[in-house]
Every structure is written in C-alpha cells, then in structure tokens.
C-alpha cells in the first residue's frame, strides 16, 4: 500500500504540472520576443506604435498596464541600438514626464512544463534569461513572478541617486542574468524604471536565453541566402538554435547556436552610352548583374541597366543640285534619334 501512495502522489504532481503548461516539452522561447520594439521579423516597429510584449505602469507595479510605445525622435543623449530589432520605448512617443516616478515595464510569456532533457522548469536555474538593458535614468529593480532580483544581482541594483543616473548611455548600460522564481506555464518579468523628468524609456535585449545542461556554445555568421549546418540540419534563421544531443543512455546535454545573418550588399543603376561606346565591358542594350565578394566576405550584387542611342542621321536632300562656282546650304532638319531598347523619341 505504501508504494501504492507514491506512485499516485508522483502522477498526481506530473498531471497538476502538465494542466499549467501549453506545451509539455521544449525549449524556452527565442530571445527575440524579449527585445523592445522588435518586430518579430528581425526589423523594429516603427515610432509611435505599440510594442508587441512589453506593456508599461506608473508609481505602482500594480497599477493599470497599458502597451508600451516605440519612442521616435530620441534625446541626443540616448544610445542607439546597432541592432536592427531594437529600440526604445515608453509610455508615449515622447516619454516626456515631470517630477520623479517609478516606471514599470511588464511582459508574459510561457515556459513549456519540461526541457527536452525532461528538468522541470519549476526547478531552480533551469531557466536562464540574460538581459542588457538602458534606462532613463536607471533601472530600480527587476521582478520575477513578483519575486524582486536585485539580491541575486551582485547589487548592481537599484544604483545610487537612481534618478539622477546616466542610465540612456551605453556607460550605463546593465547586464543581468535571471535564473531563479521562474516556473512551468506562464511567467511574467517586471523591470522597474525610476526616472525624473523631463523624459523616460527603457530599452531591452536579449543576450542569451539558455535551459539548463547547455554543453557546448556556438556562435557564427553566415551570408543572406546560405544556411549553417548544425548535425544533419541546415540552419537559416538568426538568433538561438537550441538543439539537444542524445546517446542510448538518454538525453545527455544541449547545443546552442547564436547565429548571426550578414545581409548581401546590393546596388542597381542606369546608363546610356552612344552607338559605338562600351560600359563596364558592355555596348549592347540589356540588364547585366555582376557579382562580387564584399568585405564582409559576402556576395555584393550589381545592377545595371544599359541602353544604347543610336548616332544621329541627318535628313539632307539627296535631289539637291548646285551649279559650278555657286554654294549650297544643307539643313538637316530635326534629328530622329533611337534607342535600340525604346524606339524611336
């Protein structure tokens, strides 16, 4: 009968846990949904419009979120992402405010119930999610599932005179890693902002978002339109690629691949020569695209569309006579030019 009890306790746990989670076994999700203002394509929302994930607060993380917005016309001072995917966002395009106020800045987002090694993501550490962040004027403190962060954070929050902090320059750019109150099913992040006037905003990004048993790290580039081989799969989309190595004992450890895309340089543009003359090698009427290795060791694609005018024939009158001694005048009258690709003008 004893044994009996703890085989149902043990199914009893596993179907509560499957009950919170949409997923059953997987990994974390990309770490893109995690940037502010990306557009989930690689490119950033344009200003003035609603972040996809973040939603933001005033004075009270529980107070009324509503979606954050992507901020367009930055103070000078503000760093500029070199990422494409992006940018900063606020309570409004401006984020213009007055007096001191703590901001929230909130998102939700799912865990599956287990990794694909089969460790619960209610176990501590399982779940790691790094984090670069800027803020004007620092950030206050992070929440994990209502959990504050700062205390497993070496105290590099909150900073001291948090609203008086250069926290829009890169200087005051802070890295975090969260790996603790995380949990099967949904989770939410909370990062505070504490800002005085006359503007806020924040902006994330994701640097890493690992499972547990991460065994070997990889990071590389490849050129627009190639793919990265990784096992006996090709690897097209930028970002983590999370791929769990097994052996007949079972699941023993997991690859994570940062890939980076490098976007093909192209150019295109249009040239007319004279009847007779050559361009780049060419002196017939076309479209030619020349292919070159550019210094990022990627194909650079030229363009270029050539057409040809013919010489002008003047129209003189073949019937003309003149006596000896005497001159006469030509006139050839207007040109008649063509173009062997778009007839006669």
């Given amino acids: 009968m004893k044994y009996l009890v703890i085989c149902f306790s043990s199914l009893l746990f596993y179907s509560n846990l499957s009950a919170q ?18 557009n989930g394509l690689g490119g950033r929302l344009p200003a003035n419009s609603q972040d996809h994930n973040w939603q933001v607060t005033t004075d009270s993380i529980n107070g009324t979120y509503t979606p954050a917005i992507v901020m367009g016309n930055l103070p000078p001072d503000y760093y500029v992402s070199i990422w494409h995917d992006c940018t900063w966002i606020s309570l409004d395009q401006s984020g213009a405010h007055f007096h001191d106020h703590l901001f929230f800045y909130k998102m939700n987002f799912d865990l599956p119930c287990f990794t694909p090694c089969g460790k619960s993501y209610n176990d501590e550490g399982t779940f790691c999610l790094s984090l670069d962040l800027l803020a004007d004027n620092s950030i206050y403190e992070i929440y994990v599932n209502s959990v504050p962060q700062s205390a497993n954070l070496d105290g590099i929050i909150p900073v001291n005179d948090p609203y008086h902090a250069v926290g829009e320059d890169i200087k005051g750019k802070v890295s975090v890693s969260l790996c603790h109150n995380w949990k099967a099913g949904n989770n939410s992040i909370v990062v505070a902002v504490a800002s005085s006037a006359p503007e806020t905003g924040i902006l994330i990004q994701a640097s890493s978002v690992f499972p547990d048993n991460v065994s070997t790290y990889l990071q590389d580039s490849i050129c627009e339109g190639q793919s990265y081989r990784l096992g006996n799969e090709n690897i097209t989309q930028k970002g983590y690629t999370f791929r769990t190595i097994q052996t007949s004992t079972g699941c023993d450890s997991t690859v994570v691949l940062n890939l980076t895309i490098k976007p093909k340089a192209t150019s295109s543009f249009d040239q007319s020569i004279c009847e007779g003359q050559s361009y780049l090698g060419h002196s017939v009427a076309g479209t030619y695209t020349d292919t070159f290795v550019a210094t990022s060791g990627c194909d650079s694609i030229r363009t270029l569309h050539l057409s040809v005018v013919s010489k002008p024939q003047p129209q003189l ?29």
């Fill in 21 to 38: 989670c949409a997923v059953q076994t997987g990994l974390p999700p990309s770490n893109q949904i995690f940037n502010t203002a990306s």
């Fill in 317 to 345: 009158n073949a019937a003309a006579t003149y006596c000896e001694g005497d001159s006469l005048i030509l006139l050839p009258g207007n040109f008649l030019l063509h173009s062997t690709d778009a007839g006669p003008s």
